[in-house]
């Protein structure tokens, strides 16, 4: 979300119904009124909007057919309420708009945090001492989402009873199905699979839902983490989804982005997964984790399901960011990793 690019014609906003939208629901909102595109944001697409005074983020939904359920700008606004009286780390919400009159789709502004984006989780330039800090506080920040009191933060009703994986498993298979575009092998064994070894559950937190090192802004000049973003698939479920999704970076091979597959130890200050699960389990009170393999084929066929829509709306011509299409091109490779990890699982 670091860089801002021109903004295309089929992603165009009309500033003067945003503009009247914003005046009647921002406090604080003075026009004249400029923005631009961020170039990340595959999902949902997000722009810089500044004022003389201010600036904000508004995040909509794609223009165009989107899948049921997917693209929730509003349940992404609804957690940032909640969270942000907190204190939790995320960005003032400033108003969600689900009339799609407005802009074309529905929407919401947020503050626009000005601090660090780090894309690459090896860190290239810090001290082993500056990797250190930066890898605890995100795991801290984990922990303190994960410790938060949901019912206290009005999110009480921000999930659905049950189990979590159980019902994670059928909707990706579902948003799958739907978007699928050609038949994959691994796919289809991990659809058997899966919902018969589901996990038990014994806790249950706010779920961010993708929490990884390029989903947070950190402090300008320390290790804190003081915004957590792109809130689209959060919700009430096991707390363990979102920790051994942060735990994909340490079994993925450094690609530029939050693999450190071989990059942890003293010399690099990256802490090693057993340190980490050790610094998670004494933030919230576990005695340990269970074996991971199970989770990481299910965070696997997780993304292969999300890549799957992407490549639907390129077919489809509403994908909305320039990398689509790189993405796209790992999506068998995903598949064939999370069956690899099902296998080490006892598949």
């Known amino acids: 979300m670091v860089g801002t690019i021109e903004v295309g014609d089929k992603d165009r906003l009309d500033l003067?119904?945003?503009?009247?939208?914003?005046?009647?629901?921002?406090?604080?909102?003075?026009?004249?009124?400029?923005?631009?595109?961020?170039?990340?944001?595959?999902?949902?697409?997000?722009?810089?909007?500044?004022?003389?005074?201010?600036?904000?983020?508004?995040?909509?939904?794609?223009?165009?057919?989107?899948?049921?359920?997917?693209?929730?700008?509003?349940?992404?606004?609804?957690?940032i309420a909640g969270l942000h009286p907190t204190g939790f780390p995320v960005p003032r919400p400033y108003g969600l708009c689900e009339d799609a009159a407005v802009i074309g789709s529905a929407f919401y502004v947020m503050e626009m945090v000005e601090g660090r984006t780090i894309w690459d989780g090896a860190m290239p330039g810090a001290t082993p001492p500056e990797r250190t800090a930066h890898y605890e506080a995100m795991v801290d920040t984990l922990a303190a989402l994960h410790n938060t009191d949901y019912a206290a933060a009005g999110l009480g009703e921000y999930g659905k009873p049950g189990n979590y994986f159980e019902r994670q498993v059928g909707r990706w298979t579902k948003q799958y199905r739907a978007a699928e575009t050609e038949h994959m092998d691994s796919v289809e064994r991990l659809i058997e699979w899966l919902p018969?070894?589901?996990?038990?559950?014994?806790?249950?937190?706010?779920?961010?839902?993708?929490?990884?090192?390029?989903?947070?802004?950190?402090?300008?000049?320390?290790?804190?983490?003081?915004?957590?973003?792109?809130?689209e698939l959060s919700t009430l479920g096991d707390p363990l989804a979102d920790f051994s999704y942060l735990l994909m970076s340490w079994v993925t091979e450094p690609?530029?982005?939050?693999?450190?597959?071989?990059?942890?130890?003293?010399?690099?200050?990256?802490?090693?997964?057993?340190?980490?699960?050790?610094?998670?389990?004494?933030?919230?009170?576990?005695?340990?984790?269970?074996?991971?393999?199970?989770?990481?084929?299910?965070?696997?066929?997780?993304?292969?399901?999300?890549?799957?829509?992407?490549?639907?709306?390129?077919?489809?011509?509403?994908?909305s960011s320039a990398q689509a299409e790189q993405t796209v091109a790992k999506i068998h490779g995903l598949a064939d990793a999370a069956w690899g990890f099902a296998v080490k699982a006892g598949a």
């Open 16 to 79: 003067d119904t945003l503009g009247a939208w914003m005046t009647a629901n921002v406090p604080g909102y003075a026009a004249p009124l400029t923005y631009a595109k961020f170039a990340g944001g595959q999902s949902n697409p997000t722009y810089r909007l500044d004022t003389p005074e201010r600036a904000y983020v508004l995040r909509r939904k794609p223009f165009g057919p989107i899948l049921p359920s997917a693209h929730a700008v509003d349940r992404e606004y609804r957690v």
């Open 255 to 319: 690609e530029g982005r939050s693999g450190v597959l071989g990059m942890t130890g003293p010399e690099t200050g990256i802490p090693t997964i057993e340190q980490v699960v050790d610094r998670y389990c004494a933030a919230t009170g576990r005695d340990g984790v269970p074996d991971l393999n199970w989770y990481f084929a299910y965070n696997l066929f997780r993304l292969t399901g999300i890549v799957q829509g992407i490549k639907k709306r390129i077919i489809d011509g509403t994908a």
């Open 196 to 231: 018969r070894t589901l996990p038990e559950q014994t806790r249950t937190s706010i779920v961010h839902g993708d929490y990884r090192i390029d989903n947070m802004i950190f402090a300008p000049f320390e290790p804190k983490v003081i915004a957590v973003l792109d809130w």
